[in-house]
Each structure stands twice: as C-alpha cells, then as structure tokens.
C-alpha cells in the first residue's frame, strides 16, 4: 500500500510575474524622485522668503534739499531740446537690472502675497555684497536715473544709491499713483510724469495730469 501524501494546508501567494515586479520597482523609484524633487523645491521657495525677511529695508527720511513740481498744461515735447525719454522697467519674476554705471543692481522678488490691481514685488538693491530692500509696499516697476544717482519706484519714492535711504516724492509732492516716469533732463536733475487714476479701466478716456519734478 503506498503511503498517503501529506496535505499542506498552508497558503500560498502566487508571486507577481518578473514583468510587473520590475514595473512596482520602477514606479515606486520614480515616486520618490518626484517627491525628493518636490521638497527641493519648497526648500528653496521657503529660503528666498527667509532671505527676504533678513534683507534690511531701506529707511525713509525727509528731503534734505528742496524738491519741486511744476504741473504743465500739456504733453511735452519729450525729445525737444534737454530731454530725452525715460525707460522704466517692468518688474518680471527674479528679473536683474544692471546700473548704468555698474556700480549696483536691483532685483524683482516674488511678494507672495496679494499685491492689488497689478503683480508687485520687492525690489531688492545689491551693492558690494549688501542687499536693502528699497520698495515700500511693493513695486510694479523701476526707473534708474542714467546716472545711476537714484532709483525711482512706485508710486514715486526716490531712493538715493550714494546715501542709500528714500525720499516719498509722492507724499512730499502730492502725486499718488498712477504714475508713469516718462522722461529725463539731459543734466538729470528733473524728470517728467505722467499721472492717471485708473490704471485699468477707461485708461484711454483719461487725460493725464503732466508734472516737470526737481530732484535733490
């Protein structure tokens, strides 16, 4: 009589076929390169912020000198005889503006809040290794004098590079936003603005409020 073979009565897991191991092996592979990927990302993204926070703001003081405004009845002739046209920049996402002189340069940061009707940012100013954050309240955009004497920001604060603080030209002078920097004196010393009060809607059935501006 041969003898009865033993009944295993244990559970046995097929095992997945070789093709869908090395597919679980790559995917979980690939997961976790996105997700290390990811938290790089957000690393850097929390020490930019960090490295905002630590940038010292630039102070704002009274004018030393006498600044004026003289209102004009009309638009200039901006290319007429002692002007020439001013080239605001538009602020971009870690957008770089070199000086004309290269003495410095300035640098869009991300506000990473709600900055109003436009996309502000911080201007951070970067001279031999030191940083000041010059905007007060975000800016939209960024003038430099050709001389690289001062930066001009919105609404119209006018930051001195050589004395490293700010004037608020638009409280001094009474001239809120919306503001447009539209020329420049060939000695550099006035600048002509445009002023509207809305800068979305009905731009076009605005007439502009025209200012020739004294700096320091």
Known sequence: MLPIPKRDNSLKIPSPPAGRERLGVRGAIVFLGSLLATSF???IHRNSIAANKVVR????????????????NSNPLINSSGWQKA??????HLQRIQAPNGTFSLKFEPANEDTGDF???????EKNGQ??????????????????RYVITEPLYLFDANKQVTVDLSKELAISNYVQIEGVALDYKRLLVSRIN????GMG??????FEISLP
Request: hydrophobic residues 40%.
């Open 41 to 43: 990302i957000v690393l």
């Open 57 to 72: 703001q630039s102070r704002v003081v009274p004018s030393s000198q006498s600044v004026g405004k003289r209102e004009l």
């Open 87 to 92: 080239k605001a920049i538009n602020g971009h």
């Open 119 to 125: 996309e502000r940012y911080f201007l951070i100013f």
């Open 131 to 148: 940083k000041i954050r010059i905007d007060q309240g975000f800016t939209a955009w960024a003038y430099i004098t050709p001389d690289s």
């Open 198 to 201: 809305a800068a979305m809607e």
């Open 205 to 210: 059935d605005q007439k502009p409020e025209w």
